[in-house]
């Protein structure tokens, strides 16, 4: 049977009225009201699209707003971006934070500029002193600023690795981490009770910030290498965003001055047109990358997603082939060299539940603490005390908590950096030191399941199923289950030799299922069939898990 087409109701109708009465934008106020007139003429289409951009608002989460550059308060334009900030204000007032410094920075996609000029303003007049970053600068600068400032908080118009149509507005508390609950909550209803747009009071007032705060981000970024080789010829790419100056010039300050960018990515470019998803770990996304890497004879690839604080690595391997490195590989090689080299007495290390545990191995060899933590960066930069070295699987890393709070691509490439040039020096690559984690440690595989469910109450039904009658065994092993709800919406299967946790995405609507295989080592000589083993059972897991979550 032919569905109905959707019909303009009064209500939709008055919706979209209200919010083009009370916007900002004679730009976002037109494009809203061309929608508004195709529906009203009775394009079923543009009725559909007024329905999804009066959806709203965008829910501020704790990693804040991300949504589609639109009209409607389903989107991000200036007047979201307004009554956020004018609840923003409100939430650090009612925290006695009132008249204290905020850093605005942001990326280089559509509409960061004015978004970050319309926070601005919004601070000003609400009292705050406000410090404007100069120009289109990485993520972790923001985080740096936040800090070295004494800030009360801070803001970064970015929508990090999202589509090209995206932007989005993350937020960083007095500590110059990113908020956790209940702040996020509290944040939401302060936007709720925030006036319209329009009655929001805007004013002039912003500083911009001087050079000095990026040569120090940059000071410490040069300070972090314990090495003394730096014989490295390295390919990298910012891949259309904002890290390829401030990417050159810590390694330039750190002494790797061999750098090759790959040309077609190497400026600032909102439309992303060399990729079809601008984020390192999709399929395709560093072809160009590997390619510069071969053609120049480098010995380290570096691929940064767009706002610059993910950090991917690829290196090549025995047989000469370029491949990218997983984020659980980074992690354990980057945790490795740091707590190898750290002059702290009780260091600790973190990383979260779905991520690889052998950086737990890896700890207790150096007799350093180890916490794993729920995932987000906004968790690892709270781990505890003596925190020297944080990652997440997705390419997230610190290797700089001393001053970033935060994942840090360009810290992080500093610190490859360093132990790819340690390591040619002894005539060695990445690939052995991972070979030699392996043998002291056992093999640690990874993988990950995303089943893509746009609907959100088919994705809570699917995890109740599991959480229900959750499967006894799995690739011929017995496994328990324990469920974390109500600290998170995570389930965690365990059994010898292997880990699986499911948890919806916070950010796609997708269900995510983290698999993890080991497998002992008995002998350097016996690494390779530890290896096929362990995929073996790896590639078992994998199968069983999506025939559960299909079925």
Same mark, same amino acid.
């Given at each position: 049977?032919? &569905?109905?087409?959707?019909?303009?109701? +009064?209500?939709?109708? /008055?919706?979209?009225?209200?919010? $083009?009465?009370?916007?900002?934008?004679?730009?976002?106020?037109?494009?809203?009201?061309?929608?508004?007139?195709?529906?009203?003429?009775?394009?079923?289409?543009?009725?559909?699209?007024?329905?999804?951009?009066?959806?709203?608002?965008?829910?501020?989460?704790?990693?804040?707003?991300?949504?589609?550059?639109?009209? @409607?308060?389903?989107?991000?334009?200036? %007047?979201?971006?307004?009554?956020?900030?004018?609840?923003?204000?409100?939430?650090?007032?009612?925290?006695?934070?009132?008249?204290? +410094?905020?850093?605005?920075?942001?990326?280089?996609?559509?509409?960061?500029?004015?978004?970050?000029?319309?926070?601005?303003?919004?601070?000003?007049?609400?009292?705050?002193?406000?410090?404007?970053?100069?120009?289109? =600068?990485?993520?972790?600068?923001?985080?740096?600023?936040?800090?070295?400032?004494?800030?009360?908080?801070?803001? &970064?118009?970015?929508?990090?690795?999202?589509?090209?149509?995206?932007?989005?507005?993350?937020?960083? /508390?007095?500590?110059?981490?990113?908020?956790?609950?209940?702040?996020?909550?509290?944040?939401?209803?302060? $936007?709720?009770? %925030?006036?319209?747009?329009?009655?929001? #009071?805007?004013? #002039?007032?912003?500083?911009?910030?001087?050079? /000095?705060?990026?040569?120090?981000?940059?000071?410490?970024?040069?300070?972090?290498?314990?090495?003394?080789?730096?014989?490295?010829?390295?390919?990298?790419?910012?891949?259309?965003?904002?890290?390829? !100056?401030?990417?050159?010039?810590?390694?330039?300050?750190?002494?790797?001055?061999?750098?090759?960018?790959?040309?077609?990515?190497?400026?600032? !470019?909102?439309?992303?047109?060399?990729?079809?998803?601008?984020?390192?770990?999709?399929?395709?996304?560093?072809?160009?990358?590997?390619?510069?890497?071969?053609?120049?004879?480098?010995?380290?690839?570096? %691929?940064?997603?767009? !706002?610059?604080?993910?950090?991917?690595?690829?290196?090549?391997?025995?047989?000469?082939?370029?491949?990218?490195?997983?984020?659980?590989?980074?992690?354990?090689?980057?945790?490795?060299?740091?707590?190898?080299?750290?002059?702290?007495?009780?260091?600790? *290390?973190?990383?979260?539940?779905?991520?690889?545990?052998?950086? @737990?191995?890896?700890?207790?060899?150096?007799? %350093?603490?180890?916490?794993?933590?729920?995932?987000?960066?906004?968790?690892?930069?709270?781990?505890?005390? @003596?925190?020297?070295?944080?990652?997440?699987?997705?390419?997230?890393?610190?290797?700089?908590?001393?001053?970033?709070?935060?994942?840090?691509?360009?810290?992080?490439?500093?610190?490859?950096?360093?132990?790819?040039?340690?390591?040619?020096?002894? @005539?060695?690559?990445?690939?052995?030191?991972?070979? !030699? =984690?392996?043998?002291?440690?056992?093999?640690?595989? +990874? /993988? &990950?399941?995303?089943?893509?469910?746009?609907?959100?109450?088919?994705?809570?039904?699917?995890?109740?199923? *599991?959480?229900?009658?959750?499967?006894?065994?799995?690739?011929?092993?017995?496994?328990?289950?324990?469920?974390?709800?109500?600290?998170?919406?995570?389930?965690?299967?365990?059994?010898?030799?292997?880990?699986?946790?499911?948890?919806?995405?916070?950010?796609?609507?997708?269900?995510?299922?983290?698999?993890?295989?080991?497998?002992?080592?008995?002998?350097?000589?016996?690494?390779?069939?530890?290896?096929?083993?362990?995929?073996?059972?790896?590639?078992?897991?994998?199968?069983?898990?999506? &025939?559960?979550?299909?079925?």
């Amino acid at each position: 049977m032919t &569905q109905p087409s959707p019909r303009l109701t +009064t209500d939709l109708r /008055d919706q979209a009225f209200r919010w $083009i009465a009370d916007d900002v934008d004679p730009d976002t106020r037109t494009e809203l009201q061309t929608v508004l007139a195709r529906a009203m003429g009775g394009d079923a289409d543009a009725v559909a699209e007024l329905a999804d951009r009066m959806d709203g608002p965008l829910t501020f989460g704790t990693a804040g707003l991300r949504g589609p550059v639109r009209a @409607g308060p389903n989107g991000m334009n200036p %007047a979201v971006v307004v009554r956020t900030t004018a609840g923003v204000a409100a939430w650090l007032t009612r925290h006695g934070k009132a008249g204290g +410094t905020v850093v605005v920075g942001r990326d280089a996609r559509h509409g960061s500029a004015a978004f970050a000029a319309a926070a601005a303003e919004v601070l000003s007049a609400a009292g705050f002193a406000v410090t404007v970053l100069p120009g289109p =600068l990485p993520t972790p600068v923001l985080a740096f600023a936040v800090g070295q400032l004494g800030a009360v908080a801070g803001i &970064q118009i970015t929508a990090s690795h999202n589509p090209p149509a995206d932007n989005g507005y993350k937020l960083y /508390d007095d500590t110059a981490a990113q908020i956790v609950p209940p702040a996020d909550r509290e944040v939401e209803a302060a $936007i709720a009770a %925030a006036p319209a747009a329009v009655a929001v #009071p805007r004013a #002039p007032g912003a500083t911009t910030a001087g050079g /000095d705060l990026l040569e120090a981000y940059l000071s410490r970024c040069a300070a972090l290498p314990r090495g003394t080789a730096r014989t490295l010829r390295v390919a990298a790419t910012p891949m259309h965003g904002v890290g390829a !100056d401030v990417l050159e010039r810590a390694l330039r300050a750190a002494g790797f001055a061999d750098v090759h960018l790959v040309a077609e990515q190497a400026e600032p !470019d909102p439309d992303f047109p060399t990729v079809a998803f601008p984020n390192p770990e999709e399929p395709g996304a560093t072809d160009r990358l590997l390619a510069l890497a071969a053609d120049v004879d480098a010995d380290l690839a570096i %691929a940064l997603d767009p !706002d610059a604080d993910r950090c991917a690595l690829g290196a090549r391997e025995p047989d000469g082939t370029w491949r990218m490195l997983r984020g659980d590989e980074t992690g354990v090689l980057l945790g490795e060299h740091v707590l190898s080299t750290t002059d702290s007495a009780d260091p600790l *290390v973190a990383t979260t539940i779905v991520s690889s545990s052998m950086l @737990g191995r890896i700890a207790e060899a150096h007799g %350093a603490r180890y916490v794993e933590t729920l995932t987000g960066f906004k968790w690892l930069a709270r781990a505890g005390e @003596g925190l020297v070295f944080a990652y997440e699987e997705a390419l997230g890393v610190c290797v700089n908590p001393g001053f970033v709070r935060d994942k840090d691509g360009i810290a992080a490439a500093v610190l490859a950096c360093d132990l790819a040039a340690t390591a040619k020096a002894a @005539g060695r690559t990445l690939f052995d030191v991972l070979d !030699d =984690l392996a043998v002291r440690h056992g093999v640690y595989l +990874t /993988d &990950q399941v995303s089943v893509r469910i746009p609907d959100l109450r088919a994705r809570a039904e699917l995890m109740d199923r *599991v959480r229900t009658a959750p499967p006894a065994t799995l690739a011929d092993v017995t496994v328990t289950a324990e469920d974390l709800l109500p600290d998170a919406d995570v389930l965690r299967l365990r059994g010898e030799g292997l880990r699986v946790v499911l948890r919806p995405s916070g950010t796609e609507p997708k269900l995510k299922v983290y698999l993890e295989v080991t497998a002992d080592v008995p002998s350097a000589e016996s690494l390779p069939e530890s290896r096929r083993t362990a995929a073996e059972r790896l590639t078992a897991l994998r199968t069983e898990l999506s &025939q559960l979550l299909d079925g």
